[in-house]
């Protein structure tokens, strides 16, 4: 959270300076068509009002839980497939050091999962599986971490949006009773520029609902994948210890 109030703090300032340089820049008449047209499109989504900060503090904060989870989720939920054939024939003989460190050099989910198999061995399978499955769950619980607030801020940047338009179209009206002047310009403009809050709303609102069900998927397919590992690696262990049974 220390880093993510950093980033924050920092595009508050750069959002500043910004909006400063543009009022700066709108003051003073610009010749070539093309940058007036750009100035224009920027000024544009100045209009937005007051709102627009809240809102672009959520598109940033989206932003980096999107990229830091993505990155976090593809990285710890890389599948090795020849994980277990690489432990197997140390795994019957009984070397439980080289295991370890094949688990250990693994780093991601999938391999903390194994690791926890490996520990257990010895205790009754039913055991097994049921610590074996409370690691996969602390690893999707890691994953799911901060996932929450992409939820929320699908439902907050709309709203923030709605807001800023319906107090747009109050401080029309109120101007309307107190000038006794209705005129479809003032009208017409006033609303455009405050419609500019309710379409950032939703944009970034459609991001974070996009990003929250995009993780989640990646999530999804890692607790199936690792349904099967633990399958595998119960046969895995299973199976020696019943050819030794039958030999007896």
């Given at each position: 959270?220390?880093?993510?109030?950093?980033?924050?703090?920092?595009f508050?300032?750069?959002?500043?300076?910004?909006?400063?340089?543009?009022?700066?820049?709108?003051?003073?008449?610009?010749?070539?068509?093309?940058?007036?047209?750009?100035?224009?499109?920027?000024?544009?989504?100045?209009?937005?009002?007051?709102?627009?900060?809240?809102?672009?503090?959520?598109?940033?904060?989206?932003?980096?839980?999107?990229?830091?989870?993505?990155?976090?989720?593809?990285?710890?939920?890389?599948?090795?497939?020849?994980?277990?054939?690489?432990?197997?024939?140390?795994?019957?003989?009984?070397?439980?050091?080289?295991?370890?460190?094949?688990?250990?050099?693994?780093?991601?989910?999938?391999?903390s999962?194994?690791?926890?198999?490996?520990?257990?061995?010895?205790?009754?399978?039913?055991?097994?599986?049921?610590?074996?499955?409370?690691?996969?769950?602390?690893?999707?619980?890691?994953?799911?971490?901060?996932?929450?607030?992409?939820?929320?801020?699908?439902?907050i940047?709309p709203?923030?949006?709605?807001?800023?338009?319906?107090s747009?179209?109050?401080?029309?009206?109120?101007?309307?009773?107190?000038?006794?002047?209705?005129?479809?310009?003032?009208?017409?403009?006033?609303?455009?520029?405050?419609?500019?809050?309710?379409?950032?709303?939703?944009?970034?609102?459609?991001?974070?609902?996009?990003?929250?069900?995009?993780?989640?998927?990646?999530?999804?397919?890692?607790?199936?994948?690792?349904?099967?590992?633990?399958?595998?690696?119960?046969?895995?262990?299973?199976?020696?210890?019943?050819?030794?049974?039958?030999?007896?």
């Amino acid at each position: 959270m220390k880093k993510h109030l950093k980033y924050l703090i920092s595009f508050v300032m750069i959002m500043v300076a910004t909006i400063t340089i543009a009022q700066i820049a709108s003051a003073k008449p610009l010749e070539p068509a093309k940058l007036t047209e750009e100035m224009s499109a920027f000024s544009f989504i100045i209009k937005g009002g007051f709102f627009l900060i809240p809102i672009a503090l959520l598109l940033f904060y989206t932003l980096i839980v999107i990229v830091e989870k993505f990155r976090y989720i593809r990285r710890v939920g890389k599948y090795n497939k020849n994980l277990l054939s690489e432990i197997k024939l140390n795994l019957q003989a009984g070397n439980m050091t080289p295991v370890l460190d094949t688990l250990e050099r693994d780093q991601t989910a999938f391999g903390s999962v194994v690791q926890e198999g490996v520990l257990t061995i010895g205790r009754p399978i039913s055991e097994v599986e049921s610590n074996m499955e409370k690691m996969a769950n602390i690893e999707i619980g890691k994953m799911e971490k901060s996932l929450g607030h992409l939820g929320l801020i699908a439902g907050i940047a709309p709203t923030l949006g709605f807001i800023g338009t319906i107090s747009g179209v109050i401080k029309i009206f109120y101007s309307i009773s107190v000038t006794e002047n209705v005129s479809i310009g003032n009208i017409s403009g006033g609303l455009y520029e405050k419609m500019i809050s309710s379409g950032s709303g939703l944009i970034v609102g459609i991001i974070a609902f996009a990003g929250y069900h995009l993780l989640n998927g990646m999530i999804d397919n890692y607790s199936l994948t690792i349904q099967k590992v633990n399958l595998e690696f119960v046969n895995l262990i299973q199976r020696p210890s019943n050819g030794n049974q039958e030999k007896k």
